[in-house]
């Protein structure tokens, strides 16, 4: 099995500085990663994932996620936040194995807060 | 637009009521998922399914049960409704198990009370 630790409820940033989501997984088996976002009263919607390759991968709206298989981390990372990235952020996984097919696993996810 | 579309958006059951939670995708999806969503504990899940006739038991399933005829629809029915499953319910669909993404529904905001 699987688990997911987001280490902050919540992230207040002020308009255009840098922040960071912390997500760290927990797994006895290989895994692919995700990052969601929801807007308020919305469902989510996928962010970027990794699947396998570069460490580094890019996703929607200017955001970005290193995949640390040492640190068993996966953290979501964007240079300048907008008002507009208000929103519930979540990080999943699933085994490798499983192809996804039996659901993710998600984290309790961090609300990020952007002041103007 | 093509997508997961749930109904209702919103309900009010009491306690001891049933009913069902409906979920339909018209992208020809496999893969179909239903989570429950409580403030501050993410996303959980209830049931899944792979196919039409094929549905297993995901982390929460206990006062739940669904069913899955055909492709396009996966509905929720909750039995006994009890004040502990007021939460909100998303509804997902995948074409290859959510390895390349979910796509996920608008839910439904349910209050047993």
């Known amino acids: 099995a699987q688990s997911v630790t987001q280490l902050d409820s919540q992230v207040p940033v002020f308009e255009e500085a840098p922040v960071e989501l912390r997500c760290n997984y927990s797994?006895?088996?290989?895994?692919?990663l995700f990052w969601y976002v929801q807007y308020p009263n919305q469902g989510l919607q996928l962010l970027l994932k990794y699947l396998s390759g570069s460490t580094l991968v890019k996703g929607i709206n200017g955001f970005e996620a290193e995949f640390n298989k040492s640190q068993t981390s996966f953290h979501l990372r964007k240079p300048s936040v907008h008002i507009s990235d208000t929103a519930e952020y979540f990080c999943?996984?699933?085994?490798?194995?499983?192809?996804?097919?039996?659901?993710?696993?998600f984290g309790k996810g961090t609300h990020l807060i952007i002041q103007p | 637009n093509a997508g997961v579309t749930q109904t209702p958006k919103f309900r009010i059951l009491k306690i001891g009521q049933s009913m069902t939670l409906q979920c339909a995708q018209d992208m020809n999806h496999n893969y179909m998922y239903w989570y429950r969503q409580d403030p501050g504990m993410g996303l959980k899940l209830i049931y899944y399914?792979?196919?039409?006739?094929?549905?297993d038991k995901g982390e929460v399933p206990n006062g739940y049960n669904v069913s899955r005829s055909t492709t396009e629809d996966f509905p929720l029915r909750l039995e006994l409704a009890a004040p502990s499953q007021t939460s909100v319910y998303f509804c997902?669909?995948?074409?290859?198990?959510?390895?390349?993404?979910?796509?996920f529904g608008s839910g439904t905001r349910l209050t047993v009370v």
């Open positions: 399914s792979v196919g039409a006739g094929i549905t």
């Open positions: 997902a669909s995948s074409y290859d198990g959510g390895v390349y993404g979910y796509t």
């Open positions: 797994s006895s088996v290989s895994v692919y």
């Open positions: 999943a996984v699933t085994a490798f194995s499983g192809g996804g097919a039996d659901g993710l696993t």
